[in-house]
């Protein structure tokens, strides 16, 4: 992630150069401002001083005054008078008073242009050559670790947050190369962290929508497999005339079923596009009645009865396609499971806005871990079910992709004895 660290430094640099320069120039034109009157007061303290000294002691007091304001405030100072002769030594001052600075000026340094003021009645000039100005090359030495400090603060700061980037670039590059447990695992509550997070309940989806569609292969195959060595049996049986009608009907029935799991799975590997818009109002008892029917004929050929409870009148808002898919689904998957002797019982209630339809066996039920997976494609318990049932493995599946397409829930829950399953849907 070079790229990142260059930017953040690049960036850091920037603004550390653009507040430098800010900081000077504003700096230098608040002091100049604001010095500038209070100096020109001090130089003419200092005009008044020399003068005062001069004329009541004498030169000597003068030049004892001088070398004092030298050793408090560095730079030279003379006293000149009208003409611009120095009062202790004669030189001609003229030329420097000639040449002076209107009034003192703090930036930029210049060597030999002095200040001068004079008294209001021009006998006498004081002249002051400014101290010796900074040396940037001597002084630099003192400043330089500052922006050294602030480049390596710079850098650690940059790696920190580049390096969240990096452990999520290895992880997506891993996962990538087929490493589908692996994970990042952040507990930063930053961007980075979220990005992290997001990426780790993606992968986890994508995890479990490839184990779906290993398993979905597999009990496909286990499920064709079956009837494909039937009719391999039933077409060598139908070449003899003694066999020809059992291999006939063996034929059939191996061909219904390998077309119902086919439009099974068809079903269960269809688009999901979340609960319809709108539904209509589904008369759940001719829908109820209309499924039982149906499912009749099979339950009476094993001495499994259907036990119907719905109010008259009691209506849901859905598709009642689904619905009926649902229900026919549930019901027939209960028929499977309950003993013979025993119904399946179809109830309906309403409670507030919600009417909860439940479709119950008297079988064994199922262990309480398994009752969210009963509804995965293709899921068998042992116990509970065998391929030689008839099942494919997909009713449940059928059911809980249909209510949550007409826009309600689907539950399961052991009886002791028995299987309940109940569907919420809105009214």
């Known amino acids: 992630m070079r790229s990142i660290l260059g930017k953040i430094l690049c960036w850091l640099a920037g603004t550390l150069v653009l507040g430098a320069v800010s900081f000077v120039v504003v700096s230098v034109l608040l002091i100049e401002r604001r010095a500038r009157d209070p100096l020109a007061a001090a130089l003419l303290l200092q005009l008044e001083g020399a003068t005062r000294t001069y004329e009541a002691r004498g030169a000597p007091a003068l030049e004892a005054y001088l070398e004092r304001l030298h050793r408090d405030f560095g730079g030279r100072y003379h006293l000149a008078d009208a003409a611009g002769r120095d009062v202790l030594t004669g030189e001609d001052r003229s030329p420097a008073i000639a040449g002076a600075l209107p009034r003192p000026a703090l930036w930029p340094p210049r060597r030999s242009a002095p200040v001068v003021a004079a008294t209001a009645d021009g006998r006498y000039h004081f002249i002051a050559f400014s101290p010796h100005p900074i040396d940037v090359v001597e002084v630099s030495p003192y400043y330089v670790w500052i922006p050294l400090a602030i480049v390596a603060l710079a850098y650690l700061l940059a790696k920190h947050l580049a390096a969240p980037a990096r452990r999520l670039r290895d992880t997506v590059e891993r996962f990538g190369r087929g490493d589908l447990s692996v994970r990042c695992h952040s507990a930063s509550r930053d961007e980075f962290g ?56 063996h034929i059939r029935k191996d061909i219904d079923r390998m077309a119902s799991i086919a439009s099974d799975l068809l079903e269960t590997t269809r688009p999901v596009f979340g609960p319809a818009a709108s539904g209509r109002d589904v008369p759940l008892g001719a829908l109820v009645a209309e499924v039982a029917a149906d499912c009749r004929r099979d339950a009476e050929s094993e001495s499994r009865p259907i036990s119907v409870d719905v109010p008259p009148g009691l209506r849901a808002r859905a598709d009642p396609e689904r619905v009926r898919r649902a229900v026919e689904n549930l019901v027939r998957n209960g028929l499977l499971h309950t003993p013979p002797g025993t119904p399946v019982e ?69 009886m002791n004895p028995g299987l309940e399953i109940a569907i919420d849907l809105p009214c």
């Open 346 to 414: 179809i109830r309906a209630v309403q409670a507030g806005d919600v009417v909860r339809l439940t479709v119950r066996d008297w079988g064994p039920g199922v262990p309480p871990a398994e009752l969210e997976r009963i509804f995965r494609p293709f899921h068998r318990l042992d116990e509970a079910r065998r391929r030689e049932t008839g099942g494919t493995g997909l009713g449940l599946a059928i059911a809980e992709r249909a209510i949550a397409e007409a826009g309600g829930r689907i539950a399961a829950r052991n």
């Open 194 to 249: 979220d990005l992290a997070r997001a990426f780790d309940r993606m992968a986890d989806r994508i995890e479990g929508t490839l184990e779906n569609e290993r398993r979905l292969l597999r009990d496909v195959a286990h499920e064709i497999r079956s009837p494909l060595a039937r009719l391999k049996y039933a077409v060598e049986l139908a070449g003899t005339d003694q066999g020809r009608d059992t291999a006939l009907a």
